[in-house]
């Protein structure tokens, strides 16, 4: 068991911290100062109809991609695709081979599994309740 008094000599005084370097008041994250910039407006050429447009930089970042995407740029349809329905579901192979059924006690008594399919109305996997008085 530790000493108390190394311990209390180790805690952070009232009003101290325990990084006093760290990040300053006021700072800004670089996802605010990204997110501030996306909103910011530009003059610019639409890359798709070719006009002069005020456009938001978080919609030309988008036209770009879309640009891209028309192009046949195989990362920008990709991108879009993500974007739209969310990345493809992937398979996972679970199944595995049991060579031997752990054995598992409940009140005294040893539960027995079937691995194959049971006609018992317990749960799948599960035959029966022995006993190891019989």
């Given at each position: 068991?530790?000493?108390?008094?190394?311990?209390?000599?180790?805690k952070f005084k009232k009003g101290q911290t325990g990084n006093p370097n760290g990040r300053p008041k006021g700072s800004r994250s670089l996802t605010t100062i990204l997110?501030?910039?996306?909103?910011?407006?530009?003059?610019?050429n639409d890359p798709i109809t070719k006009k002069l447009v005020n456009k938001r930089i978080g919609d030309i970042v988008n036209l770009k991609?879309?640009?891209n995407a028309i192009?046949?740029?195989?990362?920008a349809i990709k991108m879009v695709f993500e974007r739209l329905d969310g990345m493809p579901t992937q398979?996972?192979?679970?199944?595995?081979?049991?060579?031997?059924?752990?054995?598992?006690?409940?009140?005294?008594?040893?539960?027995?599994f079937d691995i194959g399919t049971s006609e018992s109305s317990e749960a799948p996997g599960f035959t029966s309740e022995t006993s190891d008085d019989n």
């Open positions: 068991m530790p000493n108390p008094e190394n311990i209390e000599s180790h997110r501030e910039y996306m909103d910011k407006e530009l003059e610019i991609l879309i640009a192009k046949g740029d195989q990362q398979k996972v192979d679970v199944s595995a081979v049991v060579t031997e059924m752990p054995t598992i006690t409940r009140g005294g008594k040893e539960i027995e």
